[in-house]
């Protein structure tokens, strides 16, 4: 299994831009979700999904879009990146228990994003 | 929304130390994990522990559910366990995990 998968590694924007961060999955988990990562903060929920066609908002999900079209792709959209998106973005899935995560999330490497 | 508060937030350790790292929460869960996120960034599950206690070789965890703690012994510490430790939980009637700040933890040889 290649377990949760991101790409790209690393990207630079321009203020205005808009990009998709792909992640997916090969162990069939239900729950995937984003995060965003910044120093000093710990990791913030941006959206999740239950299951294809579910998605939901998490903490941060101001400038950000999401949709689940399959079990194994929850890619992410900056719609019009600003320099205050400069992050870290980690993808994480899991198994699923009444809509939440279940048991041990696994995390993908991660997409280190500036925007300028 | 529940609050995940960890302590310390930085620690220094000499080669072969033992060390406690400790998770606050502010209401019931159940989901805890703690995680590792080594100096590449490279975040790895360390235990799925809502409750209980469990071992895996020089890694311990506790979680006391009814005092909303848990805490992460680390023994006989060594260089590569060097990175940030996150504690994140699922509170009892909702369904995103939430996570600490995280202890940034520092092995010296």
């Known amino acids: 299994n290649a377990g949760v998968t991101q790409t790209p590694k690393f990207q630079v924007l321009k203020t205005g831009q808009s990009m998709t961060l792909q992640c997916a999955q090969d162990?069939?988990?239900?729950?995937m979700s984003w995060y965003r990562q910044d120093p000093g903060m710990g990791l913030r929920l941006i959206h999740y999904s239950v299951g294809a066609g579910i998605t939901d908002q998490g903490e941060v999900p101001n400038g950000y879009n999401v949709s689940r079209s399959t079990t194994e792709d929850f890619p992410l959209r900056l719609l019009s990146a600003a320099p205050s998106q400069t992050s870290v973005y980690f993808c994480?899935?899991?198994?699923?228990?009444?809509?939440?995560?279940?048991?041990?999330?696994?995390f993908g490497p991660g997409t280190r994003l500036t925007v300028l | 929304g529940i609050q995940v508060e960890q302590s310390p937030p930085d620690l220094i350790l000499q080669e072969g130390a033992n060390s406690t790292l400790r998770c606050n929460f502010s209401?019931?869960?159940?989901?805890l994990q703690w995680f590792h996120q080594n100096p590449w960034g490279q975040l790895i599950n360390l235990f799925y522990i809502p409750s209980g206690t469990k071992q895996n070789g020089r890694l311990s965890a506790t979680t006391v559910a009814t005092e909303r703690y848990s805490l992460l012994y680390i023994s006989s510490s060594q260089t590569t366990d060097s990175g940030v430790y996150f504690c994140?939980?699922?509170?009892?009637?909702?369904?995103?995990?939430?996570f600490g700040a995280g202890t940034i933890l520092r092995v010296k040889s």
């Open positions: 162990m069939n988990h239900e729950y």
């Open positions: 994480a899935s899991s198994y699923s228990y009444e809509g939440g995560p279940k048991d041990t999330q696994y």
């Open positions: 994140a939980v699922q509170p009892k009637y909702g369904n995103k995990l939430v």
């Open positions: 209401d019931s869960v159940n989901n």
